[in-house]
């Protein structure tokens, strides 16, 4: 059965705007971003909003929904009351480019700065072999769907604007540890991890694998790991005197 619903929507930019107030119809079965599409159709035709596959695999549609980091096309209205007021805001920690479209490139500069795979240079195709374990591990990562719904959250950069230059993110962080642990890839990423992507800003909060949509375990099966190889390095004595060793 239908209803009307009362959603409060940011309107405006970096600069100035504020939360409107309208009363939207829903229909059984929909979800958010169909009630956005709504009031775009029907009242509101400049309301900005990013959005590709209304399925959960493009990304695009992350947002803040009664405070709460989500994909629009994910939330179902049957989770919401039908007197409760919906209210809808972009993601807080990029800048806003118009209403609930934010200017997410801080995300593609991280990845940019992610030392690329880096087999032996010796490894011809047809010989990249691997354990099953590893692939496994590999894929979970690989589920991403660059929502940046845990870059938006994880408190290092959400509080601290001052942070982003020395922070990496969950995400990215994640991809550094995916090469770290895959086993034909030759790059030490220890020292970059610490030094170059913030990992010692991480302390394991895990917000982010609380808001991921793939239900990846970023904190337990990339962050927590990636930090105990760079303790190992770093603070093992064995290792460390290893490595001084190993220098000379
Ligand atoms: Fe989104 Fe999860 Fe990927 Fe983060 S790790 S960008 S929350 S899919
Ligand atoms: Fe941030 Fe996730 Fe670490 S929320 S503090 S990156 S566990
Ligand atoms: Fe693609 Fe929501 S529209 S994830």
Redesign the pocket.
Known sequence: MGYKAQFRVWRGDDESGELRDYVIEVNEGEVVLDIIHRLQATQAPDLAVRWNCKAGKCGSCSAEINGKPRLMCMTRMSTFTEDEVITVTPMRTFPVVRDLVTDVSFNYTKAREVQSFTPPPDLKPGEYRMQQVDVERSQEFRKCIECFL?QN????VRDHEENKEAFS??RF?MRVAELEMHPLDTADRRDAAQDEHGLG?????????EVCPEHIK??DNA?IPMKERVAGKRYDPVVWLGNKLFRR
Do not use: D, F, M, R
């Open positions: 845990c959250t994880c408190h290092v993110g969950p962080l800003y991480c302390n394991i909060t895990k917000c982010c694998t970023i904190t962050l």
